[in-house]
């Protein structure tokens, strides 16, 4: 249908839901990426495995040699000092019984039936599916969506190609293509509200390491960003390598004071 064809205020909905569609395809693309945070952190570990091992034979060691310093000091400081007495046996408890537990069989939840919003929205796409020309995956996603109330049904409009806001159902006027119109933008609204509060969460659950993660990202889209990355590993490799020499040579310290 040519623009021209359509009402000033229904082309102003149209534009203005694809648009709020793009803006939730966006944050779905950063909230997918932040899932990859994982993947990232695994590549850096894996990458300093070698200086964190070493490390940790360090820490090992020089946690030993503290134990062997404080049983040392323990054993000047006790010498000379009565034994302590036997511990005595604690008293006698007299056992109970264990009363049975009465165990109440819980109520088998079954989940709730799909909601007006939902059975509309469903029965929508599966009748007007050809007239939109909509690719019959992409109805069986919007079905499983519909059908499950813990998803939100924006999450289903964002799956369809921008082209069917711009298709009227047959028959259906200004006021009632209006109204659909209306009615998908608030659930794209709900869905990217929930999308960002998803996007914050990650972002503060993996804070630590994003900045890791942003230049694990760029490395695998271009060389500058390989180059980037194999700099910033060599300089993290150097500042475990650093400290590592330093714990060797307090571990060595340590060593010779002991005697051993």
């Given amino acids: ?99 049975p537990m009465r165990s109440e069989a819980s109520p088998v939840e079954r989940p709730a039936p799909p909601s007006a919003d939902r059975r509309k929205l469903k029965k929508m796409f599966n009748r007007w599916q050809f007239t939109w020309e909509i690719n019959p995956s992409i109805v069986a996603q919007i079905n499983s969506i519909a059908d499950n109330a813990d998803r939100p049904l924006g999450e289903a409009l964002a799956l369809l190609d921008l082209r069917v806001f711009e298709i009227a159902i047959p028959n259906e006027s200004d006021a009632e293509r209006l109204a659909r119109l209306e009615e998908w933008k608030g659930s794209l609204d709900a869905y990217a509200d929930h999308v960002r509060v998803e996007i914050q969460r990650l972002e503060n659950q993996h804070a630590s390491v994003i900045a890791i993660w942003e230049r694990w990202r760029r490395a695998r889209t271009d060389a500058t960003g390989l180059a980037d990355w194999n700099l910033f590993i060599d300089k993290a490799r150097a500042e475990r390598q650093k400290r590592a020499s330093d714990l060797s040579a307090e571990v060595q310290r340590m060593r010779t004071e002991l005697g051993l």
């Fill in 1 to 99: 249908m040519s623009s021209t064809a359509i009402a000033p205020g229904v082309a102003a909905a149209i534009a203005s839901t694809q648009s709020l569609c793009e803006g939730v395809r966006a944050l779905n693309r950063r909230w997918a990426d932040l899932k990859t945070v994982d993947d990232a952190r695994l590549a850096y570990k894996a990458a300093l495995a070698t200086e964190d091992r070493a490390f940790e034979v360090l820490e090992r060691d020089r946690t030993a040699l503290e134990l062997e310093q404080r049983r040392r000091r323990l054993a000047v400081t006790n010498a000379g000092r009565p034994a302590p007495p036997p511990p005595q046996p604690p008293p006698a408890r007299t056992s109970r019984v264990a009363q």
